[in-house]
């Protein structure tokens, strides 16, 4: 069974860090294309960060880049999304996504 978990969100002051994590199983993630998408209330779910399963070549919403990061660990078959510099325009849900396969989400906010 395809499954995502992610964790890792939470309450974050602004120019402040997070990590956030997102577990695969019943396949090899780097066999497949992944992205973190994220949606704030009242909007449409965007796209954040994307990597390719063509040797790790990554992709950024222009409203992220240079302040997030997505990566992979293949031993433990997960996904981070290293997020640093945070502003309160960063705050959503955070999904991870392959394919038609969802995980449940994980909230960050960025708030004083």
């Known amino acids: 069974q395809v499954q995502l978990v992610e964790s890792g969100g939470g309450l974050v002051q602004p120019g402040g860090s997070l990590r956030l994590s997102c577990v695969a199983s019943?396949?090899?993630?780097?066999?497949?294309?992944m992205s973190w998408y994220r949606q704030a209330p009242g909007k449409g779910r965007e796209l954040v960060a994307r990597?390719?399963?063509?040797?790790?070549?990554?992709i950024y919403a222009d409203s992220v880049r240079g302040r997030f990061t997505i990566s992979g660990d293949n031993a433990k078959n997960t996904v981070y999304l290293q997020m640093n510099l945070l502003k309160p325009e960063d705050t959503a849900v955070y999904y991870c996504?392959?394919?038609?396969?969802w995980g449940q989400g994980t909230q960050v906010t960025v708030s004083s």
């Open positions: 996504n392959t394919g038609p396969t």
């Open positions: 019943g396949f090899t993630f780097s066999s497949y294309v």
């Open positions: 990597m390719l399963n063509d040797g790790g070549r990554t």
